[in-house]
């Protein structure tokens, strides 16, 4: 049943696509959720960003337009379903160069779209269980090579990050709160480097750096790499 409320949100935005002849999409998530009207009906958009980027369809949370253009980049490079998501240095981490990327959107062809789907849990958003949302163990993939990138609020800069997987928090906790943890080369270097860009990166399984500075030459951008 609430699988179903979360899917009227996702033939919504479908038709509103079509209708409007656009191919990508963002919405202000929070503000929405927090209204009365879909807490009556108890839908978040959660589970339609992950199933557009299933399809094919660049999706970002949070009216981030800057990454809807970062997911469409990854996409368009690597052929797989990126994930996007806050990403921060914890003060108890600050130490070991380890990160963390959280938001409940990840898909199931995060691993290529001509790949085998990933084995998805699903959990409620809220902690009165409605709002379905996709889950994967990212633990499985520990010792993988993951690429983020963010771009700069005037679209002249991409920041290329390089990671490796680590584990996974709140695989199956309620809220916003599922996160690939990844350990970079340099966390304080990254710290500093990220408050140019925001918090809201993108990113995909495979090392992509050299993909992306040929993108960024030819588009003219700057390179920032952490």
Not at 104 to 112: L, N, P
Request: glycine residues 6%.
């Amino acid at each position: 049943e609430m699988l179903e409320k979360s899917l009227k949100g996702y033939v919504l935005v479908q038709k509103l696509l079509d209708r409007n002849g656009c191919n990508a999409y963002t919405m202000p998530c929070p503000d929405c959720c927090s209204t009365r009207r879909l807490n009556h009906d108890q839908l978040t958009f959660c589970l339609t960003h992950s199933l557009m980027k299933d399809d094919g369809v660049p999706s970002a949370c949070a009216s981030d337009v800057g990454s809807v253009i970062s997911i469409a980049i990854l996409m368009s490079i690597a052929r797989k379903a990126p994930h996007m998501g806050n990403c921060m240095v914890r003060l108890e981490d600050k130490t070991n160069h380890s990160l963390r990327i959280l938001h409940d959107v990840c898909s199931k062809y995060m691993k290529g779209y001509d790949e085998k789907p990933l084995p998805i849990d699903y959990v409620s958003f809220t902690k009165g269980n409605w709002g379905t949302t996709m889950r994967y163990d990212f633990a499985q993939d520990a010792g993988e090579k993951v690429t983020l990138i963010n771009l700069s609020p005037k679209m002249d800069k991409i920041m290329i990050v390089r990671g490796t997987v680590t584990g996974c928090d709140d695989f199956l906790t309620p809220e916003c709160k599922h996160a690939l943890v990844f350990d970079v080369e340099d966390s304080h270097d990254f710290h500093k480097k990220e408050a140019e860009f925001g918090h809201h990166f993108a990113w995909v399984y495979g090392d992509y750096e050299e993909d992306l500075r040929m993108l960024a030459d030819m588009l003219g951008m700057d390179v920032v790499v952490a």
